[in-house]
Nanobody
């Protein structure tokens, strides 16, 4: 199983980024896909999740700013991040969950003030 994130980078506050996570080695459509983030010195925190059928949920801190989506034909999950804030700075990782959880290596997102 492999999860590969991309799309991170440096952006100014108020800007946008779109993260992607490409999965292989799993039947993608049967997995719940999630995004987590971990800022320096802090615990990893949940950001967003999407089920195979498209149902979503979000952390309160990102509701209305972030949108998770998936393309089951491309085995890819996305995280559209708008109105970014400096406190969104973190390493963002995707995860695939079914009977077991798989994790990617993460992509760095840095939001400057």
């Amino acid at each position: 199983v492999q999860l590969v994130e991309s799309g991170g980078g440096l952006v100014q506050a108020g800007g946008s980024l779109r993260l992607s996570c490409a999965a292989s080695g799993i039947i993608f459509s049967t997995y719940i896909m999630m995004w987590y983030r971990q800022a320096p010195g802090k615990q990893r925190e949940f950001v967003a999740a999407i089920q195979g059928g498209g149902s979503t949920n979000y952390a309160d801190s990102v509701k209305g700013r972030f949108t998770i989506s998936r393309d089951n034909a491309k085995n890819t999950v996305y995280l559209q991040m708008n109105s970014l804030k400096p406190e969104d700075t973190a390493v963002y990782c995707c995860s695939a969950l079914k009977e077991a959880a798989y994790w990617g290596q993460g992509t760095q997102v840095t939001v400057s003030s």
